[in-house]
């Protein structure tokens, strides 16, 4: 059983900054990858940033220069450096990650219940 808890969502103005937190939890054995994505009503989810366990990230066109992805201290945690918000940040933040919870099994994937991200004056 794993689970993925985001948090650091909430409110801010444009031009300011948050810090997502995504912890996972329950039986892991390595991970392979997480990453964010996001979602607005009536859109597609649509994938944020990745980090690899190598340590190599992906950022969505949109946020190239603005996020910063990275694994931290904090066991199987990693977060989500937001800065320069823009009104087109609002969404639900969902954390993802391909987690292997033994080694003789496959990795599977998993996802968090999301955090809203709400980006206005």
């Known amino acids: 059983q794993v689970q993925l808890v985001e948090s650091g969502g909430g409110l801010v103005q444009p031009g300011g900054s948050l810090r997502l937190s995504c912890a996972a939890s329950?039986?892991?054995?390595?991970?392979?990858?997480m990453g964010w994505y996001r979602q607005a009503p009536g859109k597609q989810r649509e994938l944020v940033a990745t980090?690899?366990?190598?340590?190599?990230?992906n950022y969505a066109d949109s946020v190239k220069g603005r996020f910063t992805i990275s694994r931290d201290n904090a066991p199987n945690t990693m977060s989500l450096q937001m800065n320069s918000l823009k009104p087109e940040d609002t969404d639900v933040y969902y954390c993802?990650?391909?987690?292997?919870?033994?080694?003789?099994?496959?990795?599977?994937?998993?996802w968090g219940q999301g955090t809203q991200v709400t980006v206005s004056s």
């Open positions: 993802h990650a391909g987690i292997r919870s033994d080694p003789r099994k496959g990795f599977a994937e998993y």
């Open positions: 329950g039986s892991i054995f390595s991970i392979y990858a």
């Open positions: 980090i690899t366990s190598g340590g190599n990230t």
